[in-house]
């Protein structure tokens, strides 16, 4: 490509085999090539790049690692512009004083976690694909994880953020403190906000002390309804563990089939449960969540060492790709209840798959209600497929019935863009657009996703 | 008055007395009579109110119990209608399964604390005027409190939120699950917008498990450059107390002056520490405070029990009320700098107090870097106040300097109003502003605050 004057000397391709690496992510939405890629090293090239963009009526779409699920990374089509942040991936400081990190937003989440576990500190977020997606990412998508049970989700640890609007100016909004009352909370704007209102260039994170223990525990369960019953049962007794996982039989045997980690695989559901804080406390919670199961008829094994935890959550981790090997295609929903109606979702979409006669498999987040819920389904066989998107609508109604959302992690893109007026009214709408009229009145950030 | 037809049957008041009650709020702000003062009972009869106003041309300003502490509720004049939330009281619902809260906007804060406590569950945000403040008027100003700390501040407890706008349609923002990601974060852009937006009318609270244990101690220290050297100390020793309070020398004296509490007069520095969770971990964590505080030459003092600790806090809450014992008038600032920057701040506040030769008075949240400045002057000597507001913008400047924020917890109001251009820039200002012209096209929630 002939580099435009406005961005010469930045690293940009419209070479056919990077514009095919960047058409698509993780979600089933349809790839798309855009125009061009660029790869800026810093905030000014981003200025440049976007600068260039908007005068020449050309679309940008920041991109973290391409992880998402929903298709907030695909192109809009080829008047846009990928602007990959992967080559901004630096950590700039870590403050142990005030227990704050400022980064780049191409760092990978799981490489900041292990700087800071070797300090002493910990950033909670830990989306499963953590050794891959980026610190940019998990902002847009306000990224969660199994520690947010405890901890809560991207959004309670982002402090501050940089970003550059469509009209080139460089904006900051949060603070280094914690407390901070001064006008508007742009920041908690920009995060979850899917590229649609500027490109993040550089982000201050809230750190915490790394907990003394954790003791990781799997409990397995005969029948689905003991494991949801135990979920409830430990939250009452006032125990928050960091992680409280589940997996259906069928996420089990995926797993098992995908690369087996010796999961039991006659068991009806499993728990995966993280407890941490001081030793004493700890083992105190421990034996109070062992006894809890074991009531429940469930099996509690403990993870001796760091490579026994290592391997079970390596078995969660497995899960989503393990589940390309049952079916070609997945409708990947991510859908939320409040925590005590898991068991009724749980009921509605055993009823779903058996009406339909297809396959849903269940994992996730049954400590916060965040349940991942996959319908296998061939993407070729046009029957089946349209049957599958008429199973999510369905999902979606019950799931909005029980007072839950239809997305905790993965955010809206385009593959939740048709379902979002099902929870989100339309004064509401209203004034989300409107704010992306302010931020982006000529439309350039990331069109076509959220709001159609 | 002629109650309008659009409004019949709410209560609602033209009286003088009631104006004058409604005139002011807890800042320094001029007090103002406003038009009208209304009591909604609920949604609808806010619904009603707004819209009469708006089709009037009245000014809306939604009030909580006036504790503000920048003049948020403080009148812009006769064209305006105070909307006291104080007859929306009632706890909706608490629901221990999800640990959420569902309020009012009008009910107490401690009010709401102690109900909360009974069932063994606790709501974090304290401000000191909690026996008074109203979780509307704390999600206002996104209140803090010493706890926050540890547990952060109003922002992080609100899940959802019931608003009506200007044009009297209500909305509804967040979820009762914490995850959720679907379109712009609204409901924090609603808290801490000091009722410029719109006017809460319900509240969805995130709750904890109550603690098993607390422990508070008082530390006197000879001087104040071992108080700060503690606290940094305590943080990087990776123990994070749920309260770090700081009281100079002058706050002890006013204390013990309005209203004896034994605190130790000829004591340079205090430091309120409050530690809670599991008994076993919070007697081993006071060990470790007490042990760094007396190598500083800190002696500890430990509240034997809730009746001590009541007394401490006491005299904690009292400082405010009791400065105006020294002089007529006080400006009560509430910086707020990174932690390990306390000691440079107080270095720059004692300097200019020499300089001036106005007496400042320090105290607050050492543990988070927010900082109660009170600098005493008195409002009739003309020099005199014109003398203390040049300090406040010194002040300031120190403040930003050192990576820090104008308001931790007080808000901007009409006070601070002048300075928020010292902190944030043109273009996040635009931004802000545009956002206030799409809530409030006509202008007519609280003009004259925030922005000027």
Redesign the interface.
């Known amino acids: 490509m002939k580099t435009p004057s406005g961005i010469s000397g930045i690293h940009i391709s419209t070479d056919r085999e990077d514009l095919i690496c960047y058409s698509f992510d993780a979600s089933i939405a349809e790839p798309a090539l855009p125009h061009a890629v660029a790869w800026p090293k810093n905030t000014d090239e981003a200025v440049r790049i976007i600068k260039y963009a908007t005068e020449n009526n050309l679309h940008v779409l920041p991109r973290g690692a391409g992880t998402g699920m929903a298709g907030a990374s695909v192109p809009s089509g080829t008047e846009c512009i990928v602007v990959s942040l992967e080559k901004m991936r630096k950590i700039l400081d870590v403050?142990?004083?005030?227990?704050?990190a400022v980064v780049e937003p191409g760092v990978v989440n799981g490489r900041l976690q292990k700087d800071l576990e070797y300090l002493?500190y910990f950033y909670p977020p830990d989306p499963a694909s953590l050794n891959i997606c980026t610190i940019g990412g998990n902002v847009a998508?306000?990224a969660?994880g199994p520690r947010?049970l405890k901890y809560?989700?991207t959004?309670?640890y982002v402090m501050g953020i940089e970003v550059v609007?469509p009209d080139g100016?460089i904006?900051?909004?949060g603070?280094?403190?914690?407390?901070?009352?001064?006008?508007?909370?742009?920041k908690?704007?920009l995060?979850?906000?899917e590229g649609t209102l500027a490109i993040t260039t550089k982000i201050m994170l809230r750190l915490l002390?790394?907990p003394e223990d954790v003791i990781t525990l799997l409990v397995i369960f005969k029948d689905l309804e003991s494991s949801g019953l135990a979920v409830?049962k430990i939250?009452?007794s006032?125990i928050?563990p960091r992680t409280l996982e589940f997996m259906d039989r069928s996420s089990i045997e995926a797993v098992e089939n995908y690369k087996p980690t010796g999961l039991p695989e006659n068991a009806e559901a499993l728990l995966l449960i993280e407890l941490d804080?001081?030793p004493?406390?700890v083992k105190?919670e421990a034996e109070k969540v062992v006894d809890i199961c074991n009531r429940l008829e469930g099996e509690a094994i403990i993870a001796e060492d760091d490579i026994a935890r290592e391997q079970l959550w390596e078995a969660r981790r497995s899960i989503s790709p393990a589940l390309y090997q049952i079916k070609s295609a997945k409708i990947n929903e991510d859908i939320?209840?409040?925590?005590?109606k898991i068991p009724s979702i749980l009921v509605s979409l055993r009823k779903i798959s058996e009406d339909t006669g297809l396959k849903i498999v269940s994992f996730g987040?049954a400590g916060?209600?965040?349940i991942h819920v996959n319908i296998m389904a061939d993407k070729d066989d046009k029957e089946e497929y349209a049957k599958a998107l008429n199973a999510v609508k369905k999902i979606f109604e019950h799931t909005l019935k029980l007072?839950?959302?239809?997305?905790?992690?993965?955010?809206?893109g385009t593959v939740?863009a048709p379902y979002?007026s099902m929870?989100?009214?339309e004064?509401?709408?209203q004034?989300?657009k409107?704010?992306?009229g302010?931020?982006d009145p000529k439309g350039t950030m990331n069109p076509g996703k959220?709001?159609i």
């Open positions: 403050d142990t004083k005030n227990m704050t002493g998508t306000n969660g947010a809560g989700v959004r309670d609007l100016s904006i900051n909004a603070s280094k403190t914690r407390k901070h009352v001064v006008g508007y909370d742009l908690d704007l995060i979850g906000s002390p790394l409830s939250i009452s006032k928050i804080g001081y004493l406390t105190k939320v209840v409040p925590r005590d987040h916060d209600g965040n007072g839950g959302s239809i997305s905790g992690e993965h955010g809206i939740k979002i929870e989100i009214k004064r509401e709408l004034l989300m409107g704010i992306k302010l931020f959220i709001f």
